[in-house]
Structures are given as structure tokens and as C-alpha cells.
């Protein structure tokens, strides 16, 4: 009937707004956290990214997310936690772009801290 077709195409207009209305939000609180990043809000921006539901957005962006948290460990010193989601990116994309990126920061990470063993050690002495 007319009334079921207007009803039902009314229930499709509502889901499509709530649909565009969560990607807005997650572009915004995307955003935000990339804008907290640039200005060394790092603990802020971890917290929205990892507020972001990566199953919600693109695959491009939610490995951008993934190792922008990674990135936010890394500076704020977390280096254990920064490893480990590296190591997933290293593993999860080898040979690509995201791979490299991960691949260098675990170098840089290792050979800071054997940097700071060592000094630890000539410090004692």
C-alpha cells in the first residue's frame, strides 16, 4: 500500500541521517584528535582516537588512527605500548608504506633505550 511505501521510505530517510550523523561525528572527533596531535595534546588526542570505532570508517583511515595512537605512546614516552601496536602495523601491512613507518619507529624505540641502558650504566660508575 501507498501508507506502508511512505513509511517505509521515512524509516530509510531516518537510518541514512543517524548513518551521516555518526560519520560526522567520528569526522569531527577525528579531526579534533589530529589538531590536539599538531599542538603536542597527545594524551587528549589518544584518548579521542581510541574513542573512534575503527569499524565504522574507512580501512585507510582507521590504520592512520591505529598508528596515530602508537605515535601518541611514542611521545608521551609509553614506549612498551608504542612497540606493540607498531609491531602489529610492522606485521599486519610488511612491505608497505605503514609497514616502514612502523619497522623504523621500533628501530628508533630499541635504540633509544639501549642508548639509555648505556648511559645508565656509565652514570653508576
Given at each position: 500500500?501507498?501508507?506502508?511505501?511512505?513509511?517505509?521510505?521515512?524509516?530509510?530517510?531516518?537510518?541514512?541521517?543517524?548513518?551521516?550523523?555518526?560519520?560526522?561525528?567520528?569526522i569531527?572527533?577525528?579531526?579534533?584528535a589530529?589538531?590536539?596531535?599538531?599542538?603536542?595534546?597527545?594524551?587528549?588526542?589518544?584518548?579521542?582516537?581510541?574513542?573512534?570505532?575503527?569499524?565504522?570508517?574507512?580501512?585507510?583511515?582507521?590504520?592512520?588512527?591505529?598508528?596515530?595512537?602508537?605515535?601518541?605512546?611514542?611521545?608521551?614516552?609509553?614506549?612498551?605500548?608504542?612497540?606493540?601496536?607498531?609491531?602489529?602495523?610492522?606485521?599486519?601491512?610488511?612491505?608497505?608504506?605503514?609497514?616502514?613507518?612502523?619497522?623504523?619507529?621500533?628501530?628508533?624505540?630499541?635504540?633509544?633505550?639501549?642508548?639509555?641502558?648505556?648511559?645508565?650504566?656509565?652514570?653508576?660508575?
Amino acid at each position: 500500500s501507498k501508507v506502508a511505501l511512505v513509511d517505509e521510505i521515512k524509516k530509510e530517510e531516518k537510518e541514512e541521517i543517524i548513518i551521516n550523523k555518526k560519520k560526522d561525528e567520528i569526522i569531527n572527533s577525528f579531526e579534533i584528535a589530529e589538531n590536539l596531535y599538531k599542538m603536542g595534546g597527545y594524551e587528549k588526542a589518544l584518548d579521542i582516537y581510541n574513542l573512534i570505532n575503527k569499524e565504522d570508517i574507512e580501512d585507510e583511515k582507521a590504520t592512520w588512527i591505529t598508528y596515530q595512537i602508537a605515535n601518541c605512546y611514542r611521545k608521551l614516552k609509553a614506549f612498551d605500548k608504542a612497540l606493540e601496536i607498531y609491531r602489529k602495523l610492522e606485521d599486519e601491512y610488511e612491505g608497505t608504506y605503514w609497514g616502514k613507518q612502523a619497522q623504523w619507529y621500533i628501530n628508533e624505540i630499541e635504540w633509544r633505550t639501549e642508548a639509555q641502558d648505556k648511559l645508565e650504566i656509565v652514570g653508576e660508575r
